[in-house]
């Protein structure tokens, strides 16, 4: 049977291929086909997560003395009767696609395919929002990072340049040209625009991300028609910290 695994979250193999802990994300797992158990690591051990049916359990290593609380994991291991990592993801499929580990919060998600109507221009040379409303992500988040991605289409009035960067609750991700940055060429010339960066931890709160941009001189244009393309904004938080 063929098994279905994500690389560095769902592992799987006998009990002599499992990785060291402290080399795989805190909070993966591991399917063992010798003892029929699934580990998951907390960035230094391994740990019992649950029991996936009878295996051998007469070589069982020492961190089966390790107890695992349940109650801390929003996961029914109830009705595995293999080790096939297939059965592990579907049961984690079937949370309504959100996991709550360790008592923490669901995982969060926002996606933002925006289309005004018409075009977004600035002349600012500081980095101000594009849009307030319609491109602003608020999530709440448990004490983990979160991948920001975005991608937009710019021109310009004359060759000069245009920066784009994020707002995370009022303060810049970027640098001086922000977290992406292209000069154009020529009036009108069509350029790609692209983010995609990881957070540092944040804290265990709400928290609000602003796509901004700026330029150094004349106006730039944000393409956002059917015509031409929307802009995408987006923001996940990660399944480890």
Known sequence: MAVIT????FLTGDHASRPAANTVGSGS???CSTHSLVYQSDGSSWSTWATLGTGDATTHIADTTDAHDASAVSFDATGLSNTSATEVQTALEDLDGAITA???SNFTAARKLHVEGSNYTTASTS??????????????TGARRALIVANVVVSH?????????????GARLGQTLGLASTRM???GILHSLAICHLT?????????????????????T????????????????????
């Not at 994500?6 to 979250?9: A, D, F, I, R, Y």
Request: zero cysteines; hydrophobic letters at 45%; charged letters at 15%.
């Open 102 to 104: 360790g008592g923490a």
């Open 157 to 169: 009035s004359t060759s000069a340049r245009v920066d784009l960067d994020v707002d995370l609750d």
């Open 127 to 140: 980095f101000v929002d594009v849009d307030a409303t319609d491109l602003s992500i608020t999530i709440t």
């Open 29 to 31: 797992l591991y399917s």
């Open 185 to 187: 060429t020529g009036t």
């Open 222 to 241: 944000m393409y956002s028609t059917a015509a031409i393309t929307p802009v995408h904004f987006a923001v996940t938080e990660l399944y480890s910290a």
């Open 6 to 9: 994500v690389p560095g979250m």
């Open 200 to 220: 540092a931890v944040l804290s265990a709160a709400s928290h609000t991300f602003k796509l901004q941009w700026k330029t150094d001189t004349g106006t730039a």
